[in-house]
Each structure stands twice: as structure tokens, then as C-alpha cells.
């Protein structure tokens, strides 16, 4: 993990905490996405389809940024 830190060029601690941020997000994530499945069903094929699509074109959005981004 230090390695990881320093081809960063972070501190560790920053790494590991980053590191423990994100699965907090996704614990919560999770249980949320549970909860409503509970009260509401569990999600058709299409309205995952539709969260894919609209995941994907984020994603899409924020490399084209960061692209842009850099290249300025």
C-alpha cells in the first residue's frame, strides 16, 4: 500500500482513508438500495438497463471533463 501512496504521491494515511470513505459509501449504498427493494420490489430488468445507461453516460461525462481538463 505504500507503494500505491507514493506512485500517488499521497500519504498513506490519505490513501487508506480515501480507501475507507469509499466502502463506507458503498456499505450505505447497499443498504439503502435494500431498503427501498423492500418497501417497493425488487428493480425489473428495464429500470436496471435505464441505471446502467445513465451510469454509463455519467462516467462518460466526467472522463470527457477530466480530459478536457487536462489538456488545458
Known amino acids: 500500500?505504500?507503494?500505491a501512496a507514493r506512485e500517488a504521491g499521497i500519504p498513506l494515511s490519505r490513501l487508506i482513508a480515501s480507501a475507507a470513505e469509499?466502502?463506507?459509501r458503498l456499505s450505505?449504498?447497499?443498504r439503502l438500495l435494500a431498503e427501498w427493494q423492500d418497501e417497493h420490489g425488487a428493480f425489473?430488468?428495464?429500470e436496471l438497463a435505464a441505471a446502467r445507461?445513465?451510469?454509463a453516460a455519467a462516467d462518460l461525462e466526467y472522463v470527457q471533463g477530466t480530459q478536457a481538463a487536462g489538456a488545458a
Do not use: D, Q
Open 1 to 3: 500500500m505504500s507503494s
Open 22 to 24: 469509499r466502502e463506507l
Open 28 to 30: 450505505f449504498g447497499r
Open 44 to 46: 425489473t430488468p428495464e
Open 53 to 55: 445507461a445513465e451510469i
